[in-house]
Antibody, heavy 121, light 107 residues
Framework: EVQLVESGGGLVQPGRSMKLSCAAS????????MAWVRQAPTKGLEWVAT????????YYRDSVKGRFTISRDNAKSTLYLQMNSLRSEDTATYYC??????????????WGQGTLVTVSS | DIQMTQSPASLSASLGETVTIECRAS??????LAWYQQKPGKSPQLLIY???SLHTGVPSRFSGSGSGTQYSLKINSLQSEDVASYFC?????????FGGGTKLELK
């Protein structure tokens, strides 16, 4: 069974940093692209970033480019999201997601339970 | 960015009824469309990809159709466990974008 378990969320002040982790199990982690998707409270969904199987290719939405870094450790089956210069508009539940297959298809076949990040002074 | 517009924003239907949710893209997305279901307090779950392919384990009462800029999700014989919000998503071009969602309730 595919399992994705996020951690690292919480309350953080504007301008500070936070690092999210996602522990994966139930599949060969190194074989699948991964992504982060967020959802602001009572709002819709927003794709944040995607990383290829090797980590050699990364993609970001414009609003987080230069501030967020997606990375992975295939030996530890763990996905990360380093978030710097956080803003109030980054407040959201962050979901770790797995792609459908080894190619970056773009749809999110499996989701974690999410971790809430609140950016506030 | 490709804008995804869903309609209706909310919907009330009876058990056993057939429900259709629409999703319109601001440009042709060449069937690069997925549908997700999100139950209250839960994470989203994939229903449909490539506009009309059913994800593993999804009941056959769910189906997707469409092409170009117009797509739809149909739920046949509505069940109580289908009460949820539904989102479309395009992955034809970056940034991948979602529709605003449709909240489905029981009448």
């Amino acid at each position: 069974e595919v399992q994705l378990v996020e951690s690292g969320g919480g309350l953080v002040q504007p301008g500070r940093s936070m690092k999210l982790s996602c522990a994966a199990s139930g599949f060969t982690f190194s074989s699948f692209p991964m992504a982060w998707v967020r959802q602001a409270p009572t709002k819709g969904l927003e794709w944040v970033a995607t990383i290829s199987t090797s980590g050699g290719s990364t993609y970001y939405r414009d609003s987080v480019k230069g501030r967020f870094t997606i990375s992975r450790d295939n030996a530890k089956s763990t996905l990360y999201l380093q978030m710097n210069s956080l803003r109030s508009e980054d407040t959201a539940t962050y979901y770790c997601t797995r792609d459908y297959s080894s190619y970056i298809y773009g749809w999110f076949a499996y989701w974690g339970q999410g971790t809430l990040v609140t950016v506030s002074s | 960015d490709i804008q995804m517009t869903q309609s209706p924003a909310s919907l009330s239907a009876s058990l056993g009824e057939t429900v259709t949710i629409e999703c319109r893209a601001s440009e042709d997305i060449y069937n690069g469309l997925a549908w997700y279901q999100q139950k209250p307090g839960k994470s989203p779950q994939l229903l449909i990809y490539n506009a009309n392919s059913l994800h593993t384990g999804v009941p056959s009462r769910f189906s997707g159709s469409g092409s170009g800029t117009q797509y739809s999700l149909k739920i046949n014989s509505l069940q109580s466990e289908d009460v949820a919000s539904y989102f479309c998503q395009q992955y034809y071009d970056y940034p991948w974008t979602f529709g605003g969602g449709t909240k489905l309730e029981l009448k």
